[in-house]
C-alpha cells in the first residue's frame, strides 16, 4: 500500500526531492490530466490537486518545487535529477517564491542546498525574487555567503552567482553591489 504522506511529506514532493522525474510526471500527468481522484489517484501525490498543490499546499505549505529545491550536494547529491524535476515543474506553473509554513521559499531552499542549476531554472524562469527574504530576514545571498565566509569554498559560485542576479535585478536594497563580501 502506498501512503499518502511519507516522512511528513506528499508523494509528490518526495519523489521531486530523489530526482525523480518519471514518478514526478506519473504523479502530475498521468493522474491528475486524467481525472484520477481520490483514493488510488492524485490525492496521493498532491491531496488538494495540482493547481493547489504547486502554489503551495503540500505538507507544512511545502510545494513539489520546494522539494525538487533540497536536491543539492548539500542534501540529496542528485542534482541532475532534481534539476531534471524542477524544470518539469517550473515548465508547469510551479511557484519559486510559494512560502511555506516556516516561512521559507523553494529559491532560499535551492540556494542553502547549493543547488546552483535549480537556483538558475528559478532566476530563469522570471519568477523568482532574488532580494526577497525569508520571515527570519535572510535572503539567499546572504545565507550562501554566510556558508562562504564559514570556509565553505564550495558555495563560491552560487555566491556569485545571486550576487551577480541580485545586481541585474536592480534590487532597491543595493545587497551584491560591489565586490564579493567574504
Do not use: H
Amino acid at each position: 500500500e502506498v501512503r499518502c504522506f511519507i516522512e511528513s511529506r506528499t508523494l509528490l514532493e518526495k519523489a521531486a526531492s530523489l530526482g525523480n522525474l518519471d514518478i514526478v510526471k506519473l504523479l502530475v500527468e498521468e493522474a491528475w490530466v486524467k481525472g484520477i481522484d481520490g483514493i488510488d489517484g492524485m490525492r496521493r501525490g498532491c491531496p488538494d490537486g495540482w493547481e493547489k498543490c504547486r502554489l503551495g499546499s503540500g505538507y507544512n505549505g511545502c510545494t513539489p518545487l520546494y522539494g525538487a529545491a533540497q536536491g543539492g550536494p548539500a542534501a540529496s547529491g542528485n542534482v541532475e535529477g532534481c534539476t531534471a524535476v524542477a524544470a518539469y515543474l517550473l515548465g508547469r506553473g510551479a511557484d519559486p517564491m510559494a512560502v511555506s509554513d516556516k516561512g521559507i521559499t523553494p529559491l532560499f531552499i535551492a540556494s542553502v542546498n547549493n543547488a546552483l542549476p535549480i537556483v538558475k531554472l528559478m532566476i530563469d524562469s522570471g519568477r523568482a525574487d532574488v532580494a526577497a527574504a525569508i520571515t527570519d530576514g535572510n535572503t539567499p545571498l546572504s545565507v550562501v555567503r554566510n556558508c562562504l565566509s564559514q570556509g565553505f569554498e564550495d558555495y563560491r559560485p552560487i555566491t556569485e552567482f545571486l550576487q551577480r542576479a541580485l545586481a541585474s535585478a536592480g534590487s532597491a536594497t543595493g545587497e551584491g553591489q560591489g565586490q564579493l563580501a567574504v
